[in-house]
């Protein structure tokens, strides 16, 4: 069996190393400025939801990342809502869903189809695109599907998310591997910014039924001043591995 870890490991290494010794750019609160694009927000739907149930995406990425009853989950870039519905299901009334969405209209239409569901588990929320707005030490997971691409500010958005988790909660990433100006992330860089804000990746495997790759993080240790945040290098795409049996 192949040891993923110290392929992650180099990966990561690559990932941050510095640039020539140059200067970090920072902006006025000291977050460093990424060191490539956001891929633009093209649409709320990645695919259609009867083509994802078809491959039975949602269920897949819940039973992997250990999504049950009872829990709380943040659903970030919710869209028109193909995860918040299945996640509403899968933790039941004694559960909770926080739907966010960064786009007035896409928020609204969600709300108005968890109204017209009866979801009285699910609220809807109006993120900001650097801060998702989450209440501290409330969720088990955050589930970040499609969307992390866009996030143009990625060092003062997962800063600004990390007080959202509860202890052993964890952050959950669905994309595609390759480069952000084609809608995925290379997995290498998404390593490397989570560590730079103080999160660890519990593991990262391949998940083609929804077009990509799952990787799991946990926060670890304290979360770091900005000023202290090291910015990540923007490499190409890089293999994804493929979970052993």
């Given at each position: ?70 829990m709380t989950i943040a659903d970030i870039g919710a869209g028109e809502g193909y995860y918040t519905i299945r996640l509403a299901q899968r933790v039941g009334a ?152």
């Amino acid at each position: 069996m192949r040891n993923w870890g110290g392929v992650a490991a180099a990966l990561l290494l690559a990932a941050c190393s510095g640039s020539d010794g140059d200067p970090v750019k920072r902006d006025a609160d000291g977050f460093p400025m990424p060191d490539r694009p956001a891929a633009t927000i093209v649409s709320s739907r990645w695919s259609s939801e009867e083509a994802r149930d078809r491959l039975n995406e949602a269920g897949e990425v819940m039973n992997r990342t250990g999504i049950q009853k009872g829990m709380t989950i943040a659903d970030i870039g919710a869209g028109e809502g193909y995860y918040t519905i299945r996640l509403a299901q899968r933790v039941g009334a004694d559960g909770r869903v926080l739907a966010e969405d960064i786009v007035p209209a896409v928020r609204d239409a969600l709300a108005a189809r968890v109204a017209r569901e009866r979801l009285d588990n699910v609220s809807v929320r109006l993120g900001d695109p650097d801060d998702p707005k989450l209440p501290p030490s409330s969720f088990d997971r955050v589930l970040m599907v499609h969307m992390y691409h866009e996030i143009e500010k990625p060092y003062r958005f997962l800063w600004n998310m990390r007080p959202s988790m509860r202890p052993d909660g964890e952050v959950v990433v669905v994309d595609a591997d390759r480069p952000i100006s084609q809608h995925g992330t290379p997995p290498s860089l998404l390593q490397c910014e989570f560590a730079a804000v103080g999160y660890r990746m519990l593991r990262i495997e391949s998940m083609p039924s929804a077009g990509g790759y799952l990787a799991v993080f946990q926060p670890a240790g304290p979360r770091p001043d900005p000023e202290d945040i090291q910015p990540c290098s923007n490499p190409g795409s890089s293999p994804v591995p493929t979970p052993s049996a």
